[in-house]
């Protein structure tokens, strides 16, 4: 009779992606962020990865985490192996053409920029399907798997290369109304100034290049969505810091007015268009009308 003993297990894949992700950013919560699972997920998939090793992957601390010598260690390796995973998805994506592109995109830009650009796409390409998904942070394609990405950013990221579609520019913008009140920079002092979360320091970079003290941010509003405080600016609710790409179509339909239109401060971002190296074909298709628009609007 052939002896056939139970061979032993290797510890789950969800496991290991939880050690890699938690000992990248040591922390549980941030991992937690990028997986999609809570911060006690995280953790209890790490502890059991500690019992299956019989050794501890990290220190807990209540400042946080650190990693033990054995975590340390073990970390490069992970992190290359997840690494060629996600190129070998990316790889299966590239390999299975499909009308679907699968677009990651700064919820203000998403909104505000690249959804009243979807009818022309459709109309120019009709067989293209984009998928959006608002994220707040550049997606990693060597993990994620996502076909393209629109973000304002100064460089492109690990993983991916860079279109620049245009240079990030901002000035003052407010409803037509509010504007008759500005007749000099200074006139701002007796406004609500309104800002996103995202570009906290919109107005002090503003004032800074004007060569002007600008007023306590403290005493203006915050949002955090871009889109909320377009709207307040529109409802005449204060003068809002402007992004060029974002309120173009507001000053263009007569809603906003830029008071100040000589006084544009670059901020040294630039809405780019992020991709993997190895775009798949659709997404490459998309890329290229997006820079072809772009370029005629600057034209």
């Not at 076909?147 to 990030?168: C, E, N, Q, V, Y």
């Amino acid at each position: 009779m052939a002896v056939n003993p139970p061979r032993p297990r290797m510890p789950p894949l969800n496991a290991l992606r939880a050690f890699e992700a938690a000992a990248r950013h040591e922390s549980f919560a941030k991992a937690a962020d990028e997986l999609g699972v809570t911060p006690a997920a995280v953790s209890h998939q790490v502890k059991a990865l500690e019992a299956w090793l019989g050794s501890s992957l990290f220190v807990r601390h209540p400042q946080g985490l650190h990693l033990t010598e054995a975590g340390r260690a073990a970390l490069p390796a992970f992190s290359t192996a997840f690494d060629a995973m996600g190129l070998a998805v990316q790889e299966l994506r590239i390999s299975a053409p499909r009308p679907q592109v699968s677009i990651a995109a700064l919820p203000s830009i998403a909104q505000l920029w690249l959804a009243p650009r979807l009818p022309a796409l459709r109309a120019a390409h009709p067989a293209l399907r984009p998928s959006i998904h608002a994220l707040e942070v550049p997606p990693d394609f060597r993990r994620e798997p996502f076909d393209l990405a629109i973000f304002l950013t100064r460089h492109a990221p690990a993983g991916s290369r860079a279109f620049k579609l245009s240079d990030d520019v901002i000035f003052p913008v407010c409803a037509p109304a509010l504007a008759g009140l500005l007749k000099t920079p200074a006139d701002l002092s007796s406004q609500l100034l309104l800002w996103d979360t995202t570009w906290t320091g919109d107005w002090s970079l503003w004032f800074d290049a004007a060569g002007l003290k600008g007023p306590s941010i403290e005493s203006g509003s915050e949002f955090s969505l871009y889109s909320m405080a377009l709207q307040a600016a529109v409802d005449g609710a204060g003068v809002l810091m402007g992004h060029e790409a974002l309120v173009s179509r507001a000053l263009a339909t007569g809603s906003l007015v830029a008071p100040f239109p000589e006084r544009r401060v670059p901020t040294g971002l630039s809405l780019s268009i992020l991709a993997p190296d190895r775009p798949p074909a659709q997404a490459a298709q998309m890329i290229d009308w997006l820079l072809a628009q772009s370029a005629v609007s600057q034209g």
